[in-house]
């Protein structure tokens, strides 16, 4: 959430109240209260690609052995879809085929 003036944000005046609005680390915890906060449904495709940009997000903050746990993680998912693909297109090519 990019401001042109991070005292206009509204939890500096509700919840974090004496905080300095100007500190990057007070912004910081601001914006993390409002992604913790957003409350949409999980189970729609919106969902699904807002928590997947969430993810992909928090990764690219990420250095050293996490990074590379990530990397790992988002190789098992990629080779995950693709078996379930292959898979897939194995029995379909076999039902279609017999």
């Known amino acids: 959430?990019?401001?042109d003036h991070p005292a206009e944000h509204p939890?500096?005046?509700d919840d974090l109240i004496?905080?300095?609005?100007?500190?990057q680390e007070a912004r910081a915890f601001a914006e993390h209260l409002?992604?913790?906060?957003?409350?949409?449904?999980g189970f729609t495709i919106e969902g699904s690609l807002q928590g997947v940009?969430?993810?992909a997000e928090s990764s690219t903050k990420l250095g050293g052995p996490r990074r590379?746990?990530?990397?790992?993680?988002?190789?098992?998912?990629?080779?995950?879809?693709?078996?379930?693909?292959?898979?897939f297109a194995g029995g379909l090519a076999a039902w279609l085929t017999g």
Not at 18 to 23: K, Q, R
Not at 34 to 41: I, L, N, Q, T, V
Not at 81 to 86: F, G
């Open 68 to 87: 590379y746990v990530v990397a790992l993680v988002v190789t098992l998912i990629l080779l995950g879809i693709l078996a379930a693909t292959w898979q």
């Open 1 to 3: 959430m990019s401001q």
């Open 34 to 41: 409002d992604k913790m906060e957003r409350s949409g449904p």
């Open 53 to 55: 940009a969430d993810f």
């Open 11 to 13: 939890r500096f005046s």
């Open 18 to 23: 004496g905080l300095d609005p100007d500190d």
